[in-house]
């Protein structure tokens, strides 16, 4: 069977202590602030408030979950930004908005050892370079980035990687490496744009074994008292679970056909939407 794990967007210790609880994998701190609102301004997506000091917090109470840090792209103070967040004890760090090798292998020397490291790719550039960035040693995964590699290509809808076969031309090549991968978020089970459950039939399919839980399992909460009455978490995580079980089982014809419904879908909702209005109607998968 496939095994895939969540990771969950939070600074709060008492909602990761409760997503933990509910079976993510995961839980992730976002640093990342540099040049993001300038890519993401015209887009409803969320610009995380994270700080150094929510490492602490929230691995003070990550017991069950592996705990992960976004990191600033690469600039001149990331030997010292990566020094502070490795001190402060997180499993995984993820390096964004990469371009080149070269910024991966510092990256990866300036770790060390220290921590598992994941590249999000998120750029044309790494996209293009994809082979040589690959020859770094070190890269324990990778993880595709639909949100702004879509905004970096000048396309129209981040899905139009999953249907144009991009994200399979890379994971292609990620995975003849030998090296884990994921790509984007999912909402929650049969909802979404591009239903989540097509969605799930290609990362089974593409053997991707990382996904992010969009802010879809967030509900908009303002609390953790709040989340509980909009949201069972634990049900939520039960039900991707038992999906993907259901798809592991399915044939290769069988998860074709599922890729091709989301090429339909994808076509469609470019020609009859994407050109006539915003894209806010996809935020909540990512």
Do not use: C, W
């Amino acid at each position: 069977m496939t095994i895939i794990e969540f990771i969950y967007i939070t600074n709060d210790p008492e909602l990761a202590r409760y997503a933990q609880d509910s079976g993510v994998d995961r839980i992730m701190i976002d640093l990342e602030y540099r040049e993001k609102r300038e890519r993401q301004a015209h887009l409803d997506t969320v610009i995380s408030k994270h700080s150094l000091q929510d490492i602490n917090r929230v691995r003070n109470v990550s017991h069950n979950s592996k705990l992960q840090v976004r990191v600033n792209p690469m600039h001149s103070g990331s030997e010292r930004e990566i020094n502070e967040v490795i001190s402060r004890g997180p499993d995984i760090i993820m390096l964004p908005m990469f371009k080149t090798r070269q910024e991966v292998e510092r990256f990866i020397s300036i770790i060390n050892g220290r921590a598992a490291t994941s590249l999000l790719l998120e750029t044309s550039q790494a996209l293009v370079r994809i082979d040589d960035i690959l020859r770094a040693d070190g890269i324990d995964e990778v993880h595709i980035g639909l949100n702004d590699l879509y905004l970096s290509m000048g396309l129209d809808f981040m899905f139009e990687l999953l249907s144009g076969g991009i994200v399979e031309y890379l994971a292609t090549k990620i995975k003849k490496k030998g090296i884990r991968f994921g790509f984007g978020g999912i909402s929650r089970l049969g909802r979404g744009v591009v239903d989540s459950r097509l969605v799930l039939s290609e990362h089974v399919r593409l053997g991707s074994q990382i996904v992010i839980l969009s802010r879809d399992f967030h509900g908009r909460a303002k609390s953790l008292d709040e989340l509980k009455i909009l949201i069972n978490l634990e049900d939520e995580i039960k039900k991707i679970r038992s999906y993907i079980s259901y798809l592991s089982g399915l044939s290769e014809k069988e998860l074709l056909q599922n890729s091709e419904k989301i090429s339909h879908i994808v076509s469609e909702y470019v020609e009859t939407q994407v050109r006539e209005q915003p894209l806010s109607s996809m935020k909540d998968q990512f």
